[in-house]
């Protein structure tokens, strides 16, 4: 099961890097990175040319496993604090309270838990104290991911029919194929708080969101049109990170990190 890690955190960093690209190349934020009407947003092109340069240089050394520790601990929590102090607000003051607006803060924090888990999980035992919360800092990772996957199966239900158009115009009845993934998603993030048949669910959910990417995600980069392109190749991105962070989950479970 170490392999199905190490497809996962592959994944996780060429889409870094992927991202990284479209935000040079685009002059723009990935969508979900920062909440809307920030006063670092839309952002200058030196401040979009050095975000795309940080996620550049993390996913490369997420693949290539340099200095992995670090970097995406480092990472994981300058995600978190955009979540807690950036986001956290935005939504309160403005008052984005209804569950679909906080879905491109999920998406932001499950960039954050996917690093936590890398960190975690692909971290040399190195004597320092900071070693000692890896097991904790993956368990939070894995419920953290979850949360926003029992959001969109939730969403799935309350959007079926705004959902089901992503389906491809190629397979029939749409709508049963939106109850369905709201389903799993749902049942998979149940699953994987409460360490029910993790390693199995895990691995079906990385499969199906990796489909997910091959069916939707790529149809969508190559049909948009070049004002959509941006934030089409960000959703592909993010999906197959999705994607790979079900692999990571996958492939620890039963998998205890032994404390210093």
Known sequence: ??????????????????????????????????????????????????TGTILILVGACIVFEKKIWPVSFV????????????????QFIDKHLQLAEWENAEKELSLATGAFIIAALFSEKIENPIYRFRAKLMNLGFVLYSIPIISFGILHFKFTKEVSTMVPTWIPFPIFWTYLAGIGLLGSGISIIFKIK???????????????????????????????????????????????????????????????
Do not use: E
């Open 198 to 260: 993790t390693r199995l669910i895990a691995t079906i959910l990385g499969i199906i969101i990796f489909i997910w990417f091959i069916t939707i995600h790529v149809p969508g980069v190559m049909t948009s049109s070049f004002d959509d392109l941006g934030g089409q190749i960000v959703s592909a991105f993010l999906a197959l990170i999705y994607s790979g962070i079900a692999f990571i989950i996958a492939g620890t479970a039963r998998k205890k990190i032994q404390n210093i």
């Open 1 to 50: 099961m170490r392999n199905l890690s190490n497809i996962g955190r592959i994944f996780f960093g060429i889409s870094l890097a992927g991202t990284g690209i479209a935000t040079i190349y685009f002059n723009a934020y990935p969508y979900y990175l920062l909440p809307p009407l920030h006063f670092l947003t839309p952002g200058s092109a030196i401040l979009h040319y050095i």
């Open 75 to 90: 990472f994981g929590c300058v995600l978190l604090l955009v979540f807690c102090f950036l986001y956290i607000p935005y």
